[in-house]
Structure formats: structure tokens, C-alpha cells
């Protein structure tokens, strides 16, 4: 692997560990809310179970780099699933050298393998790097032939 090349792999089980450490790494570079490493591990091992979810790592062949979470759920408008990218996370240090694009098109060959036609993706506005790089990707948050963009909302099930 050449200098700044990246390489993804399908994640697993076994990489529960490494995608919580990078998931709380992610959560506390931001200053959100988060559980502990060994509480997301638990979850990691659990969900990574299901034919439902991708996980996928990028590491440049000393160390992860990066990952990328997907879940998906079945569509009534298409054939096959509809895809939501939940996380995708650069360390700051692998920023600007390949690894989030590498994430990100590994996820898009996944999913077309998975005959998968669309992929959601939820940024907040005041997020503008993330915006610009999915934008740079081809991601949009109006649809052809409208002029408003599309919004998220998220309400609580009233579960704790």
C-alpha cells in the first residue's frame, strides 16, 4: 500500500472493539453526547449480526482510519432496500488523504451489489465540511425538479 492509500474491509464482529473506540472518538471530538467504549462495543457485536447493517473500516496499513456505518431497511418504492449512511468518521490526523471518499465508495459498490438504489444521509446544517464532502460525492438535499430542500426530523418514542 503506497503512502496515503487507503484500504477498506467489510467489518465484523470481531471489530466491535475498534468501530466503538472510533464511534466514541467521533462523539467526543464533538462534544455530543455518548456512551462508554465497552457499552458501544456491546452494541457494535449485537447489531453487526444482522444482514441489515455494513460496517466498514479504512485503515492506511498501520492503523484504522476510519469507518463507516450503514443500515438497511426495506423500500416501497424500489426492489431492493434503501440504504442510511448512521456514521462515517475520519480521524482527524487521515483528513484530506482518501479515506472518507475510500469509505464512501466502498459503501456505494456494497450497496449496488445489494441492488440498493439510494442511500440517505443525515448531516446538520451547521456542519458545512460534511455537507461539502457528500456534496462533492453527489449527494443532494433537493430533488430534481423542486426548489426546497429536504429535512430530518427526529421525535423520541418516549422510551428512555
Known sequence: ???????????????A?????????????????????????????????????IALLA????????????TLRPAIWFDGPVATLDELYVV?????????TALLTQARELLRERG??????NVDEVDVDARRFYERHGFVNIEPGVDYRMLCYVGSTGRP
Open 1 to 15: 500500500m503506497g503512502v496515503g492509500e487507503q484500504h477498506v474491509r467489510r467489518a465484523g464482529a470481531s471489530d
Open 17 to 53: 472493539g475498534t468501530l466503538a473506540r472510533l464511534l466514541y472518538e467521533f462523539n467526543t471530538e464533538f462534544d455530543a453526547e455518548t456512551d462508554s467504549e465497552p457499552v458501544l462495543a456491546v452494541r457494535f457485536a449485537r447489531i453487526l449480526a444482522s444482514d441489515a447493517v
Open 59 to 70: 485503515s492506511d496499513g498501520r492503523q484504522e482510519t476510519g469507518f463507516a456505518l450503514i
Open 92 to 100: 482527524p490526523a487521515s483528513r484530506g488523504h482518501g479515506a472518507g
Open 116 to 121: 440498493c438504489p439510494e442511500m440517505h444521509i
